[in-house]
């Protein structure tokens, strides 16, 4: 069959061949656009902006501390001069949260990024180098993924005791796990890519690749990773303060302030419903953040 060249015609351009229709955006500028456009997630990064503006700054304007007792207004109803009412001692319960929002925000925050630490640097060794190392290491990995994590954080308390800085060292050390595993599979991916095998060419060390060029690439699902460790990390300190083994009085996480309510919640049901709010709203807020930035950060969705 002969084809007529009438059916073809000229592409007419209307402007220069040079011409940017649509300027160029980096993979975290788009990431952002499409964050930005998901209203959950931006309702929850919003959420945990206000709520640690509030914690940071909210007691420094009040003339109350969180330890000041006064029996007289032993569990006071809320009103206008005690927004959450007082507990059995007569504290302010609305100092008492804003204080234990501090002190949650700053575990759950903490203990994310000691598990950013080990887990990047341990995955990224294991899917770097393979081999025996790998094999080893991810062994290891095994048996302690194996154990559940709420198990041996508790044992790690038992035997360090109750405390803050204790609090840190346990979940640092259970909840490095996940992120390691997470870290490896994008390693052993990511270093089969041709940008690795030029920079092998020209001469670059192992670390220079690992540090420079994988772990950079990594970054998308170690940030999701690291936003969903913050709340689990709450959660966590929440049941240990609630069964005891969390931080020492008089200070005042969200988790001592529930176990307290929990004792007078027939009589005083808001000296529990307070503090549980909290903790819903904030662990709510990080999830609808983690996921908003699941879906931002995936490159499948990049248009």
Known sequence: MQI?????????????????????????????????KNKMAMAGLYTILVIALIAVAGPWFSHISYSDQDLALANHPPDSQHWFGTD?????????????????????IVASLINLTIGVLYGGIAGFFGGRVDKIMMNIVDVLYGIPVLLYVILLMVLLKPG??????????????????IVRGQILS?????????ARTIGAGKWRILFRHLLPNSM??????????IPEAIFTEAFLSFIGLGVSAPMASWGVLASEGVTSLRSYPFQLFFPALAISITMLAFNFLGDGLRDALDPRMRR
Do not use: C, H
Request: glycine share 6%; aromatic share 10%; hydrophobic share 45%.
């Open 164 to 181: 803050l800085s204790n609090i840190f060292i346990a979940l640092g050390i259970a909840y490095w796990l996940r992120m390691a595993r």
């Open 4 to 36: 007529s060249p009438d059916l073809f015609q000229p592409v007419v351009r209307s402007g220069p061949a040079d011409t940017v229709v649509r300027p160029s955006t980096t993979y975290w500028q788009d990431a952002w656009r499409r964050l930005k």
């Open 220 to 229: 998308g699902p170690i940030i999701i990773t690291m936003t969903l460790a």
């Open 88 to 108: 059995n001692l007569g504290r302010d319960l609305f100092i008492r949260v804003l204080y234990g929002a501090r002190i949650s925000l700053s575990i759950g």
């Open 190 to 198: 990511l270093k089969e890519q041709e940008y690795v095998l030029a």
